[in-house]
């Protein structure tokens, strides 16, 4: 079974500074997506990054990007410029359904992350 | 503007008693999916389904039922068996392309079972 470790609860940053949150899964397949979601108090859970297994570019959206190194089944999540609303729990969630067709999502358990003024 | 909606966002109820978790979607998603959230825990599914009339178990299905008679409702039904069913759960869906599409999700219903 695939799992998904967030090594991190909590973590803090001011804004405008620049935070890392780590992720690493488990996975003996070739093809899968990753994710990163975000809920934030109002416990909404928003789509943040994808990244397709198969590619090397890492993905980008605005101020969030990832570092993707599949050897390494690491997956993290950069945020620059960090902002008050950034705000919120952060998922890091796999999904291998290639042979399934579906999405089911394996996420991990999360990292709380905290902007302040 | 599409979406999915969750009714009710508080939910209480007696210990035995089952309850019902609606789900509905109009964004003409195929498959629909329902996690639950323990503090904690991060999320974990329950049940899912890409079909009308078709549904699989999740990781943690026993003490839980659904149903999808139409594509839009996808409700669940949190039965007595249910051994810790205070919890927050969460509704989702995605397009039929399945594999790797981003899961749109509702906004929770908080169950408390006292």
């Known amino acids: 079974a695939q799992t998904v470790t967030q090594s991190q609860p909590e973590m803090s940053v001011q804004e405008a500074e620049t935070v890392t949150l780590s992720c690493t899964y488990d996975t003996s397949e070739n093809n899968y997506y990753l994710f990163w979601y975000k809920q934030p108090p109002s416990r909404q859970m928003i789509l943040v990054i994808r990244q397709e297994a198969y590619k090397q570019q890492n993905a980008t959206e605005n101020r969030f990007s990832v570092n993707f190194q599949k050897a390494a089944k690491s997956f993290s999540l950069k945020i620059s410029d960090s902002q008050l609303g950034d705000t919120a729990m952060y998922f890091c969630a796999f999904n291998s359904g290639e042979n399934s067709g579906y999405s089911t999502l394996t996420f991990g358990k999360g990292t709380m992350l905290l902007v302040s003024p | 503007d599409g979406g999915i909606t969750q009714s009710p966002k508080y939910l209480f109820r007696k210990e035995g008693q089952n309850v019902t978790l609606s789900c509905e979607q109009n964004l003409n998603h195929d498959a629909m999916y329902w996690y639950r959230q323990d503090p904690g825990q991060g999320l974990r599914l329950i049940y899912y389904s890409q079909i009308v009339n078709d549904f699989q178990k999740g990781d943690i299905a026993e003490g839980y039922s659904v149903s999808r008679e139409k594509k839009e409702s996808f409700p669940l039904t949190v039965t007595s068996a249910q051994k810790n069913p205070t919890a927050f759960y969460l509704c989702?869906?995605?397009?039929?392309?399945?594999?790797?599409?981003?899961?749109?999700f509702g906004n929770g219903t908080r169950l408390t079972v006292t």
């Open positions: 989702a869906s995605s397009t039929q392309q399945g594999f790797g599409s981003p899961l749109h």
